[in-house]
């Protein structure tokens, strides 16, 4: 029998095709397929031009489903191909069912290596200048979600972080600002979102958290909600881009 290829699971970053690391964009033109997630810019994808590339972008509703599926084309790539690569939005290891898919190659015995991007607040964090700690006012912070598993539909507590960093929170956004001020934040915390990070039509808005209690403007294209005093703009900020 042939020997079992090797799994890179990879990080793209928020969309800029410059924000790869060096090590991602090596693997990734040295890959011989390519398997992205529905963030994945064309222009990530003209750094694998040898490779064959297999769309495996999912919608939300019957994600499990297609997750079990994605899994599958993984174990099946690894056994046809030497060098395997799962390229996913962002940072491969948050929010991005990594869990699953190391489980499912590890049951079948195949080498995985993860190489870390650079996750969307981070990026968010530099493409507003807003640091995301700032000494004697903000020293923690939490990247989390709303979004709930099927088999878990209970909202979970919200972190008590001095900065919060919602993924996936377009819709949720109303009901976590509400949250917030119930369990006693301040209605004029300053919110940034952002739309399409890094990416030519990315948008920045500014709102206070009582203005994001009625909701959020509608996005068409991936938004993260960041909270929390450090994200007062400084005195001489220049205007956002
Ligand atoms: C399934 S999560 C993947 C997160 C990714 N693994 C990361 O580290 O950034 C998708 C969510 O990430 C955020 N996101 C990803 N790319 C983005 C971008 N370019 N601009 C704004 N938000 C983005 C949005 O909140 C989106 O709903």
């Given at each position: 029998?042939a020997?079992?290829?090797?799994v890179?699971?990879i990080?793209?970053?928020?969309?800029?095709?410059d924000?790869i690391?060096?090590?991602?964009?090596?693997?990734?033109?040295?890959?011989?397929?390519?398997?992205?997630?529905?963030?994945?810019?064309?222009?990530m994808l003209?750094?694998?031009?040898?490779?064959?590339k297999?769309?495996?972008?999912?919608?939300?509703?019957q994600?499990?489903?297609?997750q079990?599926?994605?899994?599958e084309?993984?174990?099946?790539c690894?056994?046809?191909?030497q060098?395997?690569?799962?390229?996913?939005?962002?940072?491969?290891m948050?929010?991005?069912?990594?869990?699953?898919?190391?489980?499912a190659?590890?049951?079948e015995?195949i080498e995985?290596?993860?190489?870390?991007?650079?996750?969307t607040?981070?990026?968010?964090?530099?493409?507003?200048?807003?640091?995301l700690?700032?000494?004697?006012?903000?020293?923690?912070?939490a990247?989390f979600?709303?979004s709930?598993?099927?088999d878990?539909?209970?909202?979970?507590?919200?972190?008590?972080t001095?900065?919060?960093?919602?993924y996936?929170?377009?819709r949720?956004?109303?009901?976590?600002?509400?949250?917030?001020l119930?369990?006693?934040?301040?209605?004029?915390?300053?919110v940034?979102?952002?739309?399409?990070?890094?990416?030519?039509?990315?948008?920045?808005?500014r709102?206070?958290?009582?203005?994001?209690?009625h909701?959020?403007?509608t996005?068409?294209?991936p938004?993260?909600?960041?909270?929390g005093?450090?994200?007062?703009?400084?005195?001489?900020?220049?205007?956002?881009?």
């Amino acid at each position: 029998m042939a020997a079992l290829g090797k799994v890179y699971l990879i990080g793209a970053g928020p969309g800029a095709p410059d924000l790869i690391t060096v090590r991602g964009a090596r693997l990734l033109a040295q890959a011989d397929v390519v398997l992205y997630d529905a963030l994945v810019t064309p222009e990530m994808l003209a750094l694998c031009e040898r490779a064959e590339k297999i769309s495996v972008g999912k919608r939300s509703g019957q994600r499990s489903t297609a997750q079990t599926h994605i899994n599958e084309q993984l174990v099946d790539c690894a056994r046809r191909y030497q060098a395997v690569v799962r390229l996913k939005g962002g940072d491969p290891m948050l929010f991005g069912r990594a869990d699953e898919e190391l489980r499912a190659l590890e049951a079948e015995g195949i080498e995985v290596e993860v190489v870390p991007g650079i996750t969307t607040a981070v990026a968010a964090a530099a493409a507003t200048l807003q640091p995301l700690t700032k000494r004697g006012v903000a020293r923690s912070v939490a990247f989390f979600t709303s979004s709930t598993a099927p088999d878990h539909p209970e909202h979970p507590a919200l972190p008590e972080t001095d900065t919060l960093i919602q993924y996936m929170g377009g819709r949720e956004a109303a009901a976590t600002a509400e949250r917030l001020l119930a369990q006693g934040r301040r209605p004029d915390l300053p919110v940034i979102t952002v739309e399409n990070c890094s990416r030519p039509d990315q948008r920045v808005r500014r709102l206070l958290l009582s203005d994001l209690a009625h909701g959020l403007e509608t996005a068409h294209g991936p938004v993260l909600v960041m909270i929390g005093e450090a994200l007062q703009r400084r005195e001489h900020q220049p205007d956002d881009k």
